[in-house]
């Protein structure tokens, strides 16, 4: 089987929080087999003074952090200009449904931010927001 799970900030926002249904999809995807993982840009919105900093390291460290290598900005840059959207309001996530693109199968990414997700996978009917 492939595919993945993928998180947002609020996706891994609400994992290091140990949210019940973050961590009902978390389990899900690891009796599946399937990756999970988000974009090292999100951990520029998750990082802040009053998280929890030794549950963000037991959570990073059960999933992959994908860089943002100049391939994928570019695929993240490609993915916004087609969904009409631009600037820092949409760059991380360009950034991270051009993350969830590169991945096999069907792709899940959990996030607050459907509406958003949706318009920068038009082109991706296998990547699928889920709203967290």
Same mark, same amino acid.
């Given at each position: 089987?492939? !595919?993945? $799970? /993928?998180?947002? @900030? ?6 290091? +929080? #140990?949210? #019940?249904?973050?961590?009902? &999809? ?10 999970? $993982?988000? @974009?090292?840009? /999100?951990?520029?919105?998750? =990082?802040?003074? *009053? =998280? ?5 390291? &037991?959570?990073? @460290?059960?999933?992959? /952090?994908?860089? /943002?290598? *100049?391939?994928?900005? +570019? @695929? ?7 969904? !009409?959207?631009? !600037?820092?309001?949409?760059? =991380? ?11 096999? !199968? #069907? ?18 009917? *296998? ?6």
């Amino acid at each position: 089987m492939s !595919g993945a $799970l /993928v998180l947002d @900030s609020e996706g891994l926002a609400k994992a290091v +929080q #140990r949210d #019940r249904e973050v961590h009902e &999809w978390l389990t899900a995807a690891r009796e599946a087999d399937l990756p999970v $993982l988000t @974009s090292a840009a /999100v951990l520029v919105e998750v =990082i802040h003074p *009053r =998280i929890n900093d030794a549950a963000l390291k &037991w959570t990073l @460290s059960r999933l992959r /952090v994908e860089p /943002v290598a *100049r391939a994928l900005a +570019q @695929s993240a840059a490609t993915l916004l200009r087609d969904a !009409g959207l631009h !600037g820092h309001k949409y760059a =991380i996530d360009g950034m991270l449904c051009a993350t969830a693109s590169a991945y096999p !199968g #069907r792709v899940t990414i959990l996030t607050s931010d459907v509406e958003d997700v949706a318009k920068l996978t038009t082109e991706h009917p *296998r990547v699928v927001a889920e709203k967290v």
